[in-house]
């Protein structure tokens, strides 16, 4: 499986923006589909982006879309979630995940292998 650490998580106010980090370690990362999770308090983990291994298929929830950009850097075996126009509900901890290239990019059962998460915090 693939090694994954996400980094990038911080207190932002509303309004502003962050971006995570996901760094790949093991397998070879431009062999996995890549996406970003998240999980807020009390909350089941909801699928945020995905992105396929060459970056040309991306994949937003309807709350992303406009807001959030998913990229991937094969050379540096990073996936990237740009966030922008933070809002309160955005608070979770955001979780990256690797899924061998299968399926389609929202099929979240696909995704087996998981960060330990990033914590983001947006103050109203």
């Known amino acids: 499986q693939v090694q994954l650490a996400e980094s990038g998580g911080a207190l932002v106010q509303t309004g502003g923006s962050l971006r995570l980090s996901c760094a790949s370690s093991g397998r070879t990362f431009s062999n996995y589909d890549m996406a970003w999770f998240r999980q807020a308090l009390g909350k089941e983990r909801e699928l945020v982006a995905a992105i396929s291994t060459s970056g040309r298929n991306l994949y937003y929830v309807d709350f992303a879309k406009g807001r959030f950009t998913i990229s991937r850097d094969n050379a540096k075996n990073t996936v990237y979630l740009q966030m922008g126009s933070l809002k309160p509900d955005d608070t979770a901890v955001y979780y990256c995940?690797?899924?061998?290239?299968?399926?389609?990019?929202?099929?979240?059962?696909?995704?087996?292998?998981w960060g330990q998460g990033t914590q983001v915090t947006v103050s109203s």
């Open positions: 995940a690797a899924s061998p290239n299968i399926g389609r990019l929202e099929v979240t059962t696909k995704y087996k292998s």
